[in-house]
């Protein structure tokens, strides 16, 4: 398979084996084996790199060594880069002299360089519904990356098992077209030398994963999708000054209360006995349990205030908070037997309908006259 031509990043089949474009065949063949024996894999310990490396040289001694591919090459590489097939390099020369002097016009003074930063880390942080109301400080964990140890962010411990590029000479980038424009070398993607030798903590890329924990600070009534800043809380690099952490906050919803103006809203379930006895049951606030006494006879729908344990008012920890309001209601039982029914027909008739006041008053108020249409 040959080598797109459109891609300006791949090395031309010439370059990738070493030789001119007006080579013969003999040093083409010689060209081939020569770099055959560096990169072939298993010269090199079945190197994923030597390995791609060796597909590519091959390649391009395929088509180089058949005269009709090489003719139908040098016509696309013409008109890709006619000077890679200009025989006096005097030309070429001329072109980067020239190219160096329009470079130099327009180069304008640049500022003295700031000190390295370190990158923003953006940090999506679950947060419990009590820290986003209350405020106060929680822990995220910023992962980043660092220079590898062992290698020393090189990439590698053996280097000298990482030869030069033969394609770019080591520069990492090739000179093409008629202005000569820089390109990245794609034999050695741009590094200079061909990784054979990865180190095995970083696979080669000079840089490992590491975390941190960072406290941050929310602010009260935190709401769903805030975003907490923390200077110098982000990216650490060696010499340079630290990014910011930016956390935003995913609020965790509580499973009994919700936020209402200054308010919190807590719907409590009574059973029939605790509506009609009266009772003491639990109601959950940000920072612990209240217990609230439930008089006789409380009828569903009933709210009752706890003062101070709602939300801070005026957005600071510590302010005056707004209240709880309790919503009791009454909780139907399920999956009643046949028998269970019949008891509590039986009860509520013993009881006589003068006891039910609210379902009395209601249909005195509806009055007993046949509705013209029915409901469902």
């Known amino acids: 398979m040959s080598t797109p031509l459109a891609d300006l990043h ?6 990738l084996l070493g030789v001119a474009p007006r080579a013969t065949d003999v040093q083409i063949k010689a060209a081939y084996r020569k770099l055959s024996r560096v990169y072939h894999p298993d010269a090199q310990g079945g190197s994923v790199v030597a390995e791609n490396c060796f597909k590519q040289i091959a390649s391009a001694y395929a088509e180089l060594s058949d005269p009709a591919k ?3 090459y040098d016509r696309m590489l013409m008109l890709r880069d006619p000077l890679r097939l200009v025989d ?3 030309a070429e020369r001329a072109l980067d002299v020239l190219d160096t002097v329009v470079t130099r016009l327009r180069k304008r003074q640049a500022a003295l360089p700031n000190a390295v930063q370190g990158r923003d880390l953006r940090v999506e942080h679950p947060l419990p519904f009590a820290k986003a ?10 992962e980043y990356t660092v220079s590898c140890t062992p290698c020393r962010g090189a990439g590698t411990v053996e280097p000298t098992r990482n030869p030069v590029c033969h394609v770019c000479q080591g520069a990492g980038t090739l000179k093409t077209g008629l202005r000569r424009h820089d ?4 034999f050695c993607d741009g590094r200079g030398n061909l990784l054979l030798a990865p180190c095995a903590s970083c696979g080669g890329s000079g840089q490992v994963l590491t975390s941190r924990d960072v406290e941050v600070s929310v602010p009260p009534r935190c709401r769903d999708g805030a975003h ?4 110098g809380g982000g990216e650490v690099l060696a010499g340079g000054r630290p990014g910011d952490l930016i956390a935003v906050v995913r609020l965790q919803p509580h499973p009994f209360l919700r936020a209402e103006g200054d308010d919190l809203i807590c719907q409590v379930p009574l059973t029939w006995s605790e509506a009609v006895a009266g009772a003491r049951v639990p109601v959950p606030t940000l920072e612990s349990t209240q217990w609230l006494t439930v008089p006789p006879g409380t009828p569903p729908g009933r709210e009752f205030r706890i003062s101070g344990h709602g939300l801070p008012i005026s957005g600071n920890i510590g302010a005056k908070r707004g ?11 399920a999956d009643l037997g046949p028998s269970q029914v019949a008891a509590i027909l039986a009860l509520e008739a013993q009881l006589g309908a003068q006891r039910f ?8 108020a509806i009055g007993s006259q046949e509705p013209s249409s029915s409901a469902t």
């Open 228 to 231: 907490l800043r923390v200077r």
């Open 183 to 186: 390109a990245r070398c794609g």
């Open 88 to 90: 006096d390099p005097r």
């Open 357 to 364: 006041t609210r379902a009395v008053a209601y249909r005195a």
């Open 70 to 72: 090489r003719l139908n």
């Open 323 to 333: 209240g709880l309001r309790v919503q009791v209601f009454i909780d139907m039982p």
């Open 10 to 15: 791949v090395p031309d089949h010439y370059r």
């Open 133 to 142: 109301m209350l405020g106060g400080l929680t822990i995220v964990r910023a």
